[in-house]
Nanobody
């Protein structure tokens, strides 16, 4: 059974940093998977935050986080992380990790096969 376990969320002040981590278990082909981070704020639709293809050569960031967030994929540890700097109140959301069997860069939710349960990030002003 494939499981994605996120950690690292919390309550921080504007300008602070957080690192989200997602560990994937139950797959023997993690190296071939694309990975993504999505977020959903109250009353809003889920949106892509960042995504990476299977080998890390292609990385996508939504415009609102460019220059502040950094995604990295560690194939040796079956893990993907999202370093979030200079956090803003508008970054407040539940953040979800997603994994896709198709290794190409996926920016839409339909491109992912497996999802984590989410971790709450709250940024106070």
């Amino acid at each position: 059974q494939v499981q994605l376990i996120e950690s690292g969320g919390g309550l921080v002040q504007a300008g602070d940093s957080l690192t989200l981590t997602c560990v994937v278990s139950g797959v023997s082909t993690f190296i071939a998977h694309s990975m993504g981070w999505f977020r959903q704020a109250p009353g809003k639709e889920r949106e892509i935050v960042a995504a990476v293809n299977w080998n890390g050569a292609s990385i996508y960031y939504v415009d609102s986080v460019k220059g502040r967030f950094t995604l990295s994929k560690d194939n040796a540890k079956n893990m993907v992380s999202l370093q979030m700097n200079s956090l803003k109140p508008e970054d407040t959301a539940v953040y979800y990790c997603a994994s896709g069997r198709a290794g190409g860069l996926q920016t839409g939710a339909n491109g992912y096969n497996y999802w984590g349960q989410g971790t709450q990030v709250t940024v106070s002003s």
